[in-house]
């Protein structure tokens, strides 16, 4: 049983724009706007229109009167450990009802690095020469087998979980590679663009893509515990794609906003005004 982050953050508000699942929430933040990003349905996915440059999280609220784990996977790189991105590796763990903000690639207990909207060339997947997956945001989401974990418990005869909530395994070194690429993430990145419409790709030229770069380091502190998976295949999986608003409006993907279109009025004031200098006869 490998060890796993488990988020020390505090609860936040459920998000009316976030993809909602069965068991838990996904949706994207610009925190420098502190504002979560809109959606945008297209083709059976959801899209969202990042700013470049600015920094961003994401939000997992977990749905369920019980713990899941959920393995978060951004450009196809798992967002803690690094490793291209699979279902069986190690993720965060949020305890019944909790919600929290993932702000960046997990350094160390103690540090991410910052998640930012870059151009594909500057992101990390690409900097790691990753760069197929680049532009889509993935969870896989796991519900605890709580029943073997509490007959476990009283064998080993150690103290209760919740006294202990940043327990490490020994066993977290021993993380298996094997295993499907993560649902909706990986495999459907690799799917053709859906094409834009004639008008608006001529109005709307497509820029380059964007990705998720390898931002400054701030502090996020989380720990480990335990978490024997109920299976292993994921319960559900939930992925958002991004780029920026000019390609996803190229795309047709976010319609164009049509001009405000006004009749004439014939009678829009009440009496005569004095025309200006510039038009009195003289």
């Known amino acids: 049983m490998r060890a796993l982050l488990r988020s020390a953050l505090f609860a936040l508000s459920l998000a009316s724009s976030a993809h909602a699942g069965n068991l838990v929430d996904l949706s994207v933040v610009d925190r420098d706007t502190g504002t979560t990003l809109r959606t945008y349905a297209r083709d059976g996915r959801l899209y969202v229109a990042g700013a470049p440059g600015h920094r961003y999280a994401v939000r997992l609220d977990n749905r369920t009167g019980a713990r899941v784990l959920v393995v978060l996977s951004v450009d196809g790189v798992n967002a803690v450990s690094g490793e291209t991105a699979s279902t069986n590796q190690s993720?965060?763990?949020?305890?019944?009802?909790?919600?929290?903000?993932?702000?960046?690639?997990?350094?160390?207990?103690?540090?991410?690095?910052?998640?930012?909207?870059?151009?594909?060339?500057?992101?990390?997947?690409?900097?790691?020469?990753?760069?197929?997956?680049?532009?889509?945001?993935?969870?896989?989401?796991?519900?605890?087998?709580?029943r073997r974990w509490i007959a476990e418990e009283r064998i080993e005869r150690r103290p209760p979980a919740a006294t202990?909530?940043?327990?490490k395994d020994s066993e977290s070194s021993r993380d298996d590679r094997a295993g499907a690429p993560l649902a909706g993430a990986a495999a459907k990145s690799r799917a053709a663009e859906p094409q834009a419409e004639g008008a608006i790709?001529?109005?709307?030229?497509?820029?380059?893509?964007?990705?998720?770069?390898?931002?400054?380091?701030?502090?996020?502190?989380?720990?480990?515990?335990?978490?024997?998976?109920?299976?292993?295949?994921?319960?559900?999986?939930?992925?958002?794609?991004?780029?920026s608003y000019r390609n996803l409006a190229a795309r047709g993907i976010i319609p164009r906003r049509p001009l405000a279109s006004r009749e004439p009025n014939p009678f829009p004031n009440g009496f005569v005004a004095d025309p200006p200098p510039r038009y009195r006869y003289r």
């Not at 903000?101 to 020469?129: C, H, M």
């Not at 202990?164 to 327990?167: D, E, K």
């Not at 931002?215 to 480990?224: F, I, L, N, Y």
């Open 91 to 146: 993720g965060y763990v949020l305890d019944a009802w909790e919600s929290t903000e993932i702000n960046g690639w997990r350094k160390n207990l103690d540090e991410v690095a910052q998640f930012n909207f870059t151009s594909l060339p500057d992101s990390y997947a690409a900097q790691t020469g990753r760069p197929l997956d680049v532009g889509v945001i993935g969870v896989a989401v796991f519900t605890e087998r709580e």
């Open 164 to 167: 202990r909530p940043w327990a």
């Open 201 to 243: 790709a001529s109005s709307h030229p497509q820029r380059e893509r964007l990705g998720t770069g390898h931002g400054d380091r701030e502090w996020s502190q989380v720990g480990t515990t335990r978490f024997e998976r109920a299976s292993n295949q994921p319960a559900e999986t939930l992925s958002i794609w991004y780029d």
